[in-house]
């Protein structure tokens, strides 16, 4: 084949990605080290303040502690939940399989803010899961779960755990069943079978899972925002509130590269993880 | 042999349980868009289709629901073209650095929604393309290219390159060749590729939130800032017209080209 034939078929593609997100992205390194004056705007000069303040100040490290510790939860919540749901849909020969599997992947598809709007009507004062734990009598008064970290625990471990389980899935498909027979043949017990075979065999699946989980849970917006109103911030909508409401696009800027300096050291992080069991496999 | 039935069943209660709490959000929207009373309550109190009518006849919901179809629609259309042109160069063609290409093409899909709009929003102020239809359409593919890639990357991958080659042989042009034997051959992945796209345009809040201009309003914006305003049934109403057209959406894309496949 003719070499230029590549690069034509190629080219809208690139000149987009280019165009349009690899050079805007770029241009908020020079934003972020610009000074900013309240009332006047960006001035030029240097000044490396929105980075130092971004790691210094109590307000902002509490900020990016939250969204990292959400990360963290929401990732083991999703992983201890889906993980069973994932071994079930591999391993079934049902024929409402695929059907079952449409069902975990339903939610995914389904608008995020409309999802994020059902949690805020199930975890309000007078929402369904107070009403039942108050049915249950479990609790005398309503349970705060909105503009706090259980609310967003909650609703984030919702949106999230099809990924999980999807991931999953492909990992657990791909261990052979044989090699849990063998190991139950050789005397080993459901149990040891599954700690000491399946579970490590399936280990390059939970490691991208958490990792992709992770990623999606501390760049989330949408969700974050309603369930945690404007007061209950994490790094996304500090970065919403800095660019729309306080219009501190230079600070914004440095918070956006952070968050994303966050994510491509994760995912990088993950292809590395992902090529070492997958040699060690 | 007990204790294997219990076990399997402990499971399927487990999974039982999972689905219910994965439906949960979608029956409660559902019911609470019934309800007759002005603010929302599970379960509803009387039962009325009103709020449907209501939100039908509203025309800043109407005018929004047009707005984020034609944006899905040429978002789409864009990345589908640039998308399918893009797989086939990279899996079919030796480009050097083709490796690197493939990684900026799916770049979008990691970066924060967030970033991708702010960094959009300053960069479309310098150009004087804030608040344009060119603007967010363009936006709109850079989030949407990277699904395409990777529906028809995964079916390209399957077909046998000889297939192509035989065609050229028998005389077709190298775009008969595509058009005819190998398009045919990739379109469950194609068609794949444009429903994620659509899906992922049309639901997007973090990237158009940023750009839009006065006067311009996608339906997932305009439900975000109107529950941010207050929330009462309408919204429910909404949201669960979205529920049935994704839900009857999912059901045929699955029958079509067996949809699970490519997630």
């Given at each position: 084949?003719?070499?230029g034939?590549?690069?034509?078929?190629?080219?809208?593609?690139?000149?987009?990605?280019?165009?349009?997100?690899?050079?805007?992205?770029?241009?908020?390194?020079?934003?972020?080290?610009?000074?900013?004056?309240?009332?006047?705007?960006?001035?030029?000069?240097?000044?490396?303040?929105?980075?130092?303040?971004?790691?210094?100040?109590?307000?902002?490290?509490?900020?990016?502690?939250?969204?990292?510790?959400?990360?963290?939860?929401?990732?083991?919540?999703?992983?201890?939940?889906?993980?069973?749901?994932?071994?079930?849909?591999?391993?079934?020969?049902?024929?409402?399989?695929?059907?079952?599997?449409?069902?975990?992947?339903?939610?995914?598809l389904?608008?995020?803010?409309?999802?994020?709007?059902?949690?805020?009507?199930?975890?309000?004062?007078?929402?369904?899961?107070?009403?039942?734990?108050r049915?249950?009598?479990?609790?005398?008064?309503?349970?705060?779960?909105?503009?706090?970290?259980?609310?967003?625990?909650?609703?984030?471990?919702?949106?999230?755990?099809?990924?999980?389980?999807?991931?999953?899935?492909?990992a657990?498909?791909?261990?052979?069943?044989?090699?849990?027979?063998?190991?139950?043949?050789?005397?080993?017990?459901?149990?040891?079978?599954?700690?000491?075979?399946?579970?490590?065999?399936?280990?390059?699946?939970?490691?991208?899972?958490s990792?992709?989980?992770?990623?999606?849970t501390?760049?989330?917006?949408?969700?974050?925002?309603?369930?945690?109103?404007?007061?209950?911030?994490?790094?996304?909508?500090l970065?919403?509130?800095?660019?729309?409401?306080?219009?501190?696009?230079?600070?914004?800027?440095?918070?956006?590269?952070?968050?994303?300096?966050?994510?491509?050291?994760?995912?990088?992080?993950s292809?590395?993880?992902?090529?070492?069991?997958?040699?060690?496999? | 042999?007990?204790?294997?039935?219990?076990?399997?069943?402990?499971?399927?209660?487990?999974?039982?349980?999972?689905?219910g709490?994965?439906?949960?959000?979608?029956?409660?929207?559902?019911?609470?868009?019934?309800?007759?009373?002005?603010?929302?309550?599970?379960?509803?109190?009387?039962?009325?289709?009103?709020?449907?009518?209501?939100?039908?006849?509203?025309?800043?919901?109407?005018?929004?629901?047009?707005?984020?179809?034609?944006?899905?629609?040429?978002?789409?259309?864009?990345?589908?073209?640039?998308g399918?042109?893009?797989?086939?160069?990279?899996?079919?063609?030796?480009?050097p650095?083709g490796?690197?290409?493939a990684?900026?093409?799916?770049?979008?899909?990691?970066?924060?929604?967030?970033?991708?709009?702010?960094?959009?929003?300053?960069?479309?102020?310098?150009?004087?393309?804030?608040?344009?239809?060119?603007?967010?359409?363009?936006?709109h593919?850079?989030?949407?290219?990277?699904?395409?890639?990777?529906?028809?990357?995964?079916?390209?991958q399957?077909?046998?390159?000889?297939?192509?080659?035989?065609?050229?042989?028998?005389?077709?042009?190298?775009?008969?060749a595509f058009?005819?034997?190998?398009?045919?051959?990739?379109?469950?992945?194609?068609?794949?590729?444009?429903?994620?796209?659509?899906?992922?345009?049309?639901?997007?809040?973090?990237?158009?939130?940023?750009?839009?201009?006065?006067g311009?309003?996608?339906?997932?914006?305009?439900?975000?800032?109107?529950?941010?305003?207050?929330?009462?049934?309408?919204?429910?109403a909404?949201?669960?017209?979205l529920?049935?057209?994704?839900?009857?959406?999912?059901?045929?894309?699955?029958?079509?080209?067996?949809?699970?496949?490519?997630?």
């Amino acid at each position: 084949m003719r070499d230029g034939s590549g690069w034509r078929l190629l080219a809208p593609a690139l000149l987009l990605l280019v165009v349009a997100f690899a050079v805007p992205v770029g241009l908020m390194v020079p934003t972020s080290v610009r000074p900013y004056v309240p009332l006047v705007g960006i001035t030029g000069g240097f000044t490396a303040r929105h980075y130092v303040k971004l790691l210094t100040d109590s307000y902002y490290l509490e900020i990016i502690g939250r969204t990292l510790a959400l990360g963290l939860t929401v990732t083991a919540a999703t992983l201890v939940v889906g993980y069973p749901v994932a071994f079930f849909l591999a391993r079934t020969r049902s024929r409402w399989r695929n059907w079952l599997t449409i069902l975990v992947v339903f939610p995914l598809l389904l608008n995020l803010v409309v999802r994020t709007f059902g949690w805020m009507a199930l975890l309000a004062q007078n929402g369904l899961v107070n009403q039942a734990l108050r049915a249950l009598g479990l609790v005398q008064s309503p349970v705060k779960l909105l503009f706090n970290f259980a609310g967003l625990l909650i609703g984030l471990t919702h949106i999230f755990l099809p990924f999980m389980v999807l991931v999953l899935i492909g990992a657990i498909q791909n261990i052979p069943r044989d090699v849990e027979d063998a190991a139950r043949v050789l005397g080993a017990s459901w149990g040891g079978a599954f700690l000491r075979v399946t579970l490590p065999l399936s280990a390059p699946g939970i490691v991208s899972g958490s990792i992709l989980v992770f990623v999606l849970t501390i760049s989330a917006l949408v969700t974050p925002r309603l369930l945690g109103g404007p007061t209950y911030q994490v790094m996304s909508t500090l970065i919403y509130d800095e660019f729309l409401q306080r219009l501190n696009w230079p600070a914004g800027s440095a918070q956006a590269l952070l968050l994303t300096v966050i994510v491509l050291a994760l995912v990088y992080l993950s292809g590395r993880l992902a090529r070492g069991t997958g040699a060690r496999a | 042999m007990t204790a294997e039935r219990l076990r399997a069943w402990l499971l399927r209660g487990w999974v039982a349980l999972v689905l219910g709490y994965l439906m949960l959000p979608v029956v409660v929207i559902t019911l609470a868009s019934l309800s007759r009373t002005s603010y929302l309550t599970v379960p509803p109190r009387g039962l009325t289709l009103g709020w449907f009518a209501k939100v039908l006849a509203d025309p800043e919901y109407v005018s929004a629901i047009m707005f984020s179809l034609l944006l899905a629609l040429v978002a789409t259309a864009g990345s589908l073209g640039a998308g399918v042109a893009a797989s086939f160069a990279l899996l079919r063609r030796r480009v050097p650095g083709g490796a690197g290409i493939a990684a900026l093409l799916n770049a979008p899909l990691v970066f924060p929604g967030v970033v991708v709009g702010v960094a959009l929003l300053q960069f479309f102020a310098l150009i004087h393309l804030n608040g344009t239809f060119v603007g967010l359409a363009l936006a709109h593919m850079v989030i949407t290219i990277p699904y395409v890639v990777r529906a028809v990357t995964a079916t390209l991958q399957g077909i046998d390159p000889e297939l192509e080659h035989a065609a050229r042989v028998l005389g077709a042009s190298g775009p008969v060749a595509f058009f005819t034997v190998t398009l045919p051959l990739i379109r469950p992945g194609v068609v794949a590729g444009a429903l994620f796209s659509f899906i992922v345009s049309f639901d997007n809040v973090p990237v158009s939130i940023f750009l839009l201009g006065a006067g311009q309003m996608t339906l997932p914006v305009k439900i975000f800032t109107a529950i941010e305003y207050g929330v009462d049934p309408s919204i429910a109403a909404i949201s669960t017209m979205l529920i049935v057209v994704t839900g009857v959406g999912l059901a045929v894309a699955e029958r079509w080209i067996g949809f699970h496949r490519f997630v």
